[in-house]
């Protein structure tokens, strides 16, 4: 059979792999398949090409240019899913776990897409929490800002999620404005080619954005420098080796890793047979065992279930673990395939047996099983197997040898401190998962574990049905864990954009900060204009227009006029003598919501117009009471525009209600949609 070739691509070409190039063996047959590799790849002109077109064409656009692409771009793969999944068959994964996989990566995208748009500025600048008070008078203050890097982003992933993996790093890449070079592992790297021709058939990526290495990286990492990042993805002896390169070490390039991680499960002591939490444990357990065949860097390698429930654990996971139907992966049925080649089932194998030293195998004999439409001995199969430990305290290989395959060890704890203890020997782990019904029980895991863990999984009746699974990274939720795991952290919303800008603290006067920021900054220059800032359209306002209203004397009558309308009496508002007797009032006050209304009444401009609606109020405080015979009047002041759609943007005024004497009452954020 002729082997196609997998080729890379460099400096906006596509390279052929050449003599040196590895062959790649379909997963189910065995067979040689396809070829990747060239060592003539000039990987210092990829390195240049990313630095000088690929990043100054991303930080040319704004983030929600960015988010735009990201869009865009899952919306193509999405569209051209089916050629990937056809191929994918042949790492020996089955549709479910295309489905983790491919709409995965593209759903994870679309996420990025998405935050990008509503939680990040339509700017070159990212604004990193508030403005820092740094002087007496508010003429020198501080703001974090992040700006991307102006190097190049290494992507090296793993062979498990020849999809996801890629675009899982490449989403908060490209959305913080840098170009990425991705390499995938070679065992799979032919499913990560497609989908990279695709992103670039689809004329969406700006020159340069996007390149990819199939085959060995070469001397690459050497000429790495301080503006560039590596995103590392496999086993933490690879990582050992990558981090310790002299030019990542001198230039303290950014390393991050995601490595292996033995991660535990926990049954609650509540969770007895006969509950939905036992039921619910058996099949999350049997569920992370057997998907993509346990080559999950989350899968639950660790089993940790009260002592006396040991027997049931067994009964009903070898149960439920006998009914998955092992075999090729294309056929209607089958619920787990392959590993992805001959040397991972030899790895898995010799790494059970490892386990077997200390602990006994109760379910799966990996001589004997069955497959169905293949060959056992051909393909690179292996059956569920299921150890028990019957002394975790004293055992060590089950607490560190990752099996990266349908392997996992179940072991008795006596009360939930000894369940955290086993939980949190894996010396660091991705993600430890708990079902129980009890929430103090969650809660004392929550304390006890949760510095050795990335992600704690809780699960019970009242979550199942919606639950997204112990091995799911999610994009909205940090992925990463410390110590074995890599001590590394990725996704997580913005704060996984984050991982690819550099953090500034910007220090000077407010109008500096305004100017940097694009957000209007107190104490900074207001403008006022002739038009009401209600009849200019989103386009036409800027940052820092400014309207000041008249004033208006709020009267006992209508502190009593506003209570009995809306019912509110509380007696701070009527009684003069008790809200005297309460510290923070010098009498019967005006309700602040009474002063929010009057506010409105104030600075509103009543005819149609291009505000379009008030979509709520931020940051709200009441600085000072208000009482009958004080006047009050108001400051608004355009602080921020974010577009939304094509229609209208999101304006964020800053209100201040001052009384008579300038002593600020209330201050908030307002937010109106306005007509473009
Ligand atoms: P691996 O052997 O460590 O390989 C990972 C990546 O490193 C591959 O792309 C590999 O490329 C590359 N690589 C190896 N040596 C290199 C070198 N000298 N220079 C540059 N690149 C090099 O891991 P794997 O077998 O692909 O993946 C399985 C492991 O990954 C498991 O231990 C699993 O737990 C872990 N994993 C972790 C996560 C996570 O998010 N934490 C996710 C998935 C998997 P080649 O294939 O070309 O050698």
Redesign the pocket.
């Known amino acids: 059979m002729s082997l196609f070739d997998v080729s890379s691509f460099a400096a906006g070409q596509w390279i052929a792999p050449d003599e040196s190039a590895r062959q790649i063996a379909n997963a189910v047959t065995g067979e040689a398949m396809a070829r990747a590799g060239n060592a003539q790849l000039d990987v210092e002109a990829m390195l240049e090409h990313a630095r000088n077109v690929g990043g100054p064409n991303l930080r040319r656009m704004t983030f929600h240019d960015r988010a735009r692409l990201l869009k865009a771009l899952a919306g193509h793969l999405n569209q051209h899913k089916q050629a990937l999944y056809d191929l994918s068959f042949n790492t020996g994964a089955t549709q479910s776990d295309h489905m983790i996989d491919i709409d995965g990566g593209i759903g994870t995208m679309f996420v990025f897409a998405s935050k990008g748009r509503r939680e990040m500025p339509d700017a070159h600048i990212y604004l990193d929490g508030d403005v820092e008070q740094l002087s007496r008078n508010g003429t020198f203050l501080g703001q974090h800002i992040c700006t991307p890097l102006q190097g190049v982003a290494v992507h090296?992933?793993?062979?498990?999620?020849p999809v996801w993996?890629m675009l899982e790093k490449l989403a908060p890449t490209l959305l913080a404005g840098v170009p990425a070079i991705v390499?995938?592992?070679?065992?799979t790297c032919y499913v990560t080619e497609l989908a990279v021709r695709l992103m670039l058939q689809s004329g969406l990526l700006p020159e340069g954005a996007l390149q990819l290495v199939s085959?060995?990286?070469g001397p690459m990492?050497d000429h790495l420098g301080m503006q560039d990042v590596v995103s590392?993805?496999?086993?933490a002896?690879?990582a050992l080796?990558?981090r310790a390169t002299p030019a990542i070490l001198n230039n303290s390039v950014r390393f991050i890793a995601?490595?292996?991680?033995l991660n535990a499960s926990v049954l609650g002591p509540d969770a007895t047979p006969g509950t939905p939490e036992f039921d619910l444990f058996i099949k999350e357990v049997s569920r992370e065992m057997t998907t993509k065949a346990g080559q999950k860097?989350t899968a639950i390698r660790r089993i940790i279930a009260p002592e006396p429930q040991i027997d049931a654990v067994i009964g009903a996971l070898s149960q439920r673990l006998a009914k998955v139907q092992i075999g090729d992966p294309r056929l209607e049925g089958i619920k787990m395939g392959a590993l992805v080649s001959a040397a991972q089932k030899r790895d898995v194998l010799e790494k059970a047996a490892l386990i077997g030293t200390e602990a006994t195998r109760v379910f799966g004999n990996p001589d004997q099983f069955d497959v169905t439409g293949a060959s056992a001995e051909d393909g690179a199969f292996v059956p569920p197997m299921l150890y028990h430990c019957a002394d975790p305290d004293t055992a060590e290989r089950i607490h560190d040898t990752?099996a990266?395959g349908p392997v996992a060890t179940l072991m008795g704890y006596r009360d939930l401190d000894h369940a955290v203890a086993l939980a949190n020997r894996g010396q660091g782990s991705?993600v430890a998962s708990v079902i129980t019904n009890d929430a103090d029980v969650a809660r004392d895991v929550a304390i006890g574990a949760g510095a050795y863990h990335g992600r704690l999984y809780f699960n019970n009746r009242a979550s199942m049905q919606e639950a997204t699974g112990h091995g799911s990274p999610l994009p909205h939720m940090v992925?990463g864990g410390p110590g074995r795991?890599?001590g590394g952290e990725e996704m997580g919303g913005v704060r996984g954009v984050k991982h690819y800008m550099q953090r500034t603290a910007i220090q000077g006067s407010p109008e500096i900060l305004s100017a940097i920021g694009t957000r209007w900054v107190p104490g900074s220059d207001e403008h006022s204009h002739p038009e009401h800032p209600f009849t200019r359209r989103f386009g036409d306002l800027a940052i820092g227009d400014t309207l000041h209203t008249g004033s208006r004397t709020i009267t006992l009558q209508d502190i009593e006029t506003f209570a009995h309308f809306t019912g509110d009496t509380f007696y701070a508002h009527m009684d003069d003598e008790a809200a005297k007797r309460n510290p923070f009032f010098p009498g019967r006050v005006a309700h602040g919501y009474l002063l929010l209304s009057f506010a409105a009444g104030l600075f509103v401009q009543p005819d149609e117009g291009p505000v379009l609606a008030n979509t709520g109020l931020d940051n709200l405080r009441f600085m000072k009471p208000v009482v009958a015979g004080d006047s009050i009047q108001v400051r608004l002041t355009v602080k921020q525009k974010t577009p939304r759609n094509d229609e209208y943007g999101e304006v964020r005024w800053h209100v201040t209600l001052t009384n008579q004497d300038g002593d600020v009452a209330a201050e908030y954020e307002l937010l109106t949609m306005n007509a473009y």
């Open positions: 090296i992933n793993a062979f498990n999620f993996g390499k995938p592992a070679t065992a085959g060995g990286l990492l590392f993805t496999g086993s002896d690879t080796k990558l995601e490595q292996d991680s860097c990752e990266f991705l992925h795991a890599g």
